[in-house]
């Protein structure tokens, strides 16, 4: 079936540095990549939704500068942290669909990616 | 706006319990739903889903029914087993949903021996 890889699994970083979550759909291609968040013990949160080959589309609240979305191919998104804070310690989680929700379409997720920031 | 509302954990059962889950829903038009499932320490995984109204999904021996009179889509299992210890979610998507899932708080099921 249809894979969804996420790279790395785990990373620490220091307070103030950038680090870069990659989002791979491993045998299918993904016009669209969702990007969510989750604390411990909580539900998972959408932060962005990745289209490729444009812009990506942040929920409300989300700071569009601090986490950037690059969508660049079919195959690939990637979430850059930047300016790293250890509020933004969380569990990282994409999902990815080779086209929109209607019909039986399914979104894929990723294993996710722990960042804690010191 | 569109919502989701599971019942709070956790849930602690034991091998062989019948499981329910409830989860009720808000939406405008006619959202796609789902029930994925988190093991300790992974991503989510999709359980099962329905598509319309009356749709049953199941897989596992999990099953839900979409109840578009009551908004709801309980999950239900019949006889449980320590493997199916996990977090719960359920969610909302589809063209009605902007194509974005919207998830429940998760219920968190522990069974034991």
Same mark, same amino acid.
């Given at each position: 079936?249809?894979?969804?890889?996420?790279?790395?699994?785990?990373?620490?970083c220091?307070?103030g540095?950038?680090?870069?979550?990659?989002?791979?759909?491993?045998?299918?291609?993904?016009?669209?990549?969702?990007?969510?968040?989750?604390?411990?013990?909580?539900?998972?949160?959408?932060?962005?939704?990745?289209?490729?080959?444009?812009?990506?589309?942040?929920?409300?609240?989300?700071?569009?500068?601090?986490?950037l979305?690059?969508?660049?191919?079919l195959?690939?998104?990637t979430?850059?942290?930047?300016?790293?804070?250890?509020?933004?310690?969380?569990?990282?989680?994409c999902s990815?669909?080779?086209g929109?929700l209607?019909?039986?379409?399914?979104?894929y997720?990723g294993?996710?990616?722990?960042l804690?920031v010191? | 706006?569109?919502?989701v509302?599971?019942m709070?954990?956790?849930v602690?059962?034991?091998?062989?319990?019948f499981l329910?889950?409830?989860?009720?829903?808000?939406?405008?038009g006619?959202? *796609?739903?789902?029930?994925?499932?988190?093991?300790?320490g992974? !991503?989510?995984?999709?359980?099962? %889903?329905? /598509?319309?109204a009356d749709d049953?999904?199941s897989?596992?021996?999990?099953?839900?029914?979409?109840?578009k009179e009551?908004?709801?889509?309980?999950?239900?299992?019949?006889?449980?087993q320590? *493997?199916?210890?996990?977090?719960?979610?359920?969610?909302?998507? !589809?063209k009605?949903a902007?194509n %974005?899932? /919207?998830?429940?708080?998760?219920?968190?099921v522990l069974v034991?021996?």
């Amino acid at each position: 079936g249809a894979v969804v890889s996420q790279h790395p699994s785990w990373v620490i970083c220091k307070s103030g540095t950038s680090v870069k979550i990659e989002c791979r759909s491993l045998d299918f291609q993904a016009t669209t990549m969702f990007w969510y968040r989750q604390f411990p013990k909580q539900s998972l949160m959408l932060m962005a939704t990745s289209n490729e080959g444009s812009k990506a589309t942040y929920e409300q609240g989300v700071e569009k500068d601090k986490f950037l979305i690059n969508h660049a191919s079919l195959t690939l998104s990637t979430l850059t942290v930047t300016s790293a804070h250890p509020e933004d310690s969380s569990f990282y989680i994409c999902s990815a669909s080779s086209g929109g929700l209607s019909g039986g379409n399914t979104i894929y997720f990723g294993e996710g990616s722990w960042l804690t920031v010191v | 706006g569109n919502s989701v509302t599971q019942m709070e954990g956790p849930v602690t059962l034991s091998e062989e319990a019948f499981l329910t889950i409830n989860c009720t829903y808000t939406a405008t038009g006619y959202p *796609s739903l789902f029930w994925y499932v988190q093991y300790p320490g992974e !991503g989510l995984q999709l359980l099962l %889903k329905a /598509t319309k109204a009356d749709d049953k999904g199941s897989n596992k021996g999990f099953e839900a029914t979409y109840r578009k009179e009551t908004t709801s889509f309980h999950l239900e299992k019949g006889s449980v087993q320590v *493997s199916d210890s996990a977090v719960y979610f359920c969610a909302l998507g !589809g063209k009605a949903a902007g194509n %974005k899932l /919207t998830f429940g708080g998760g219920t968190r099921v522990l069974v034991k021996p």
